[in-house]
T-cell receptor, first 114, second 113 residues
Framework: DTAVSQTPKYLVTQMGNDKSIKCEQNLGHDTMYWYKQDSKKFLKIMFSYNNKELIINETVPNRFSPKSPDKAHLNLHINSLELGDSAVYFC?????????????FGPGTRLTVL | AQSVTQLGSHVSVSEGALVLLRCNYSSSVPPYLFWYVQYPNQGLQLLLKYTSAATLVKGINGFEAEFKKSETSFHLTKPSAHMSDAAEYFCAVSDEGAQKLVFGQGTRLTINP
C-alpha cells in the first residue's frame, strides 16, 4: 500500500493556466506538508496543515492555495502559472508530537510550465 | 532559526570505499536530525534519525551517523559503498516544537566502479 501518494506524477502546462496537485496519505497522520524542490535540488517548505488547519505558510505567493478537505488529504492549487513555478512538488505527512517530527514523503509531482 | 549546511554538493567514491557525507547544523534548542535519500525521479526516503537517544544512529542500507554536539555535526557514513548507493542525500533539522524540516542543499553521491 502506498503511504503518501500524489497525482499527477508529471504535469506540463502553459503559462497563465491554473492547475491542481492532489495528495493523500493512509498513515493516519494528522499533519501534512507541501515542499518545493527547485532545479538545484533545494527543498523548501511551502505549507503545513494540522487537522485541516493551516499552521505554516512560508511566504508563498497568493497564487498558491492549499486546501485540506480532511486529515488524509492536502491539495495544492496554483493559479496563473509562471515559468518560475517549474519544480518538483513533494507532499509529506507526519504525526504531530511524534518523535522527532519524522515526515514521510510522496513520490513528487514534476511541474513544467512552458 | 535552524539551518543545515552540507559540505560538498558532489561526492564521488569508488565501489567498496568509505562513504562520508558531511552535515553541520545550527539550532538554538536541542535538535532532531535526519538523513534522507532521494534516488533519481523518486521521493525522499528516511535513512536514519537522531532524536536525543543514542548519539550513534544506525539506519537502513548499512548507513550510520554520529551526533556530535560539540561540533554541531551529524555526518553520514557507510563503510563500503555499493553502486546502488548512488543518489542525492539530504540532511535535515527539526526540533520538538517545530512543524517543519529545514533541509541542507543536498549532496550527490556518485559511485565509481
Amino acid at each position: 500500500d502506498t503511504a503518501v501518494s500524489q497525482t499527477p506524477k508529471y504535469l506540463v502546462t502553459q503559462m497563465g493556466n491554473d492547475k491542481s496537485i492532489k495528495c493523500e496519505q493512509n498513515l493516519g497522520h494528522d499533519t501534512m506538508y507541501w515542499y518545493k524542490q527547485d532545479s538545484k535540488k533545494f527543498l523548501k517548505i511551502m505549507f503545513s496543515y494540522n487537522n485541516k488547519e493551516l499552521i505554516i505558510n512560508e511566504t508563498v505567493p497568493n497564487r498558491f492555495s492549499p486546501k485540506s478537505p480532511d486529515k488524509a488529504h492536502l491539495n495544492l492549487h496554483i493559479n496563473s502559472l509562471e515559468l518560475g513555478d517549474s519544480a518538483v512538488y513533494f507532499c509529506a505527512s507526519s504525526l504531530r508530537g511524534g518523535l522527532g517530527n519524522e515526515q514521510f514523503f510522496g513520490p513528487g509531482t514534476r511541474l513544467t510550465v512552458l | 532559526a535552524q539551518s543545515v549546511t552540507q559540505l560538498g554538493s558532489h561526492v564521488s567514491v569508488s565501489e567498496g570505499a568509505l562513504v562520508l557525507l558531511r552535515c553541520n547544523y545550527s539550532s538554538s534548542v536541542p535538535p532532531y536530525l535526519f538523513w534522507y535519500v532521494q534516488y533519481p525521479n523518486q521521493g525522499l526516503q528516511l535513512l536514519l534519525k537522531y532524536t536525543s537517544a543514542a548519539t550513534l544512529v544506525k539506519g537502513i542500507n548499512g548507513f550510520e551517523a554520529e551526533f556530535k554536539k560539540s561540533e554541531t555535526s551529524f555526518h553520514l557514513t557507510k563503510p563500503s559503498a555499493h553502486m546502488s548507493d548512488a543518489a542525492e542525500y539530504f540532511c535535515a533539522v527539526s526540533d520538538e516544537g517545530a512543524q517543519k524540516l529545514v533541509f541542507g542543499q543536498g549532496t550527490r553521491l556518485t559511485i565509481n566502479p
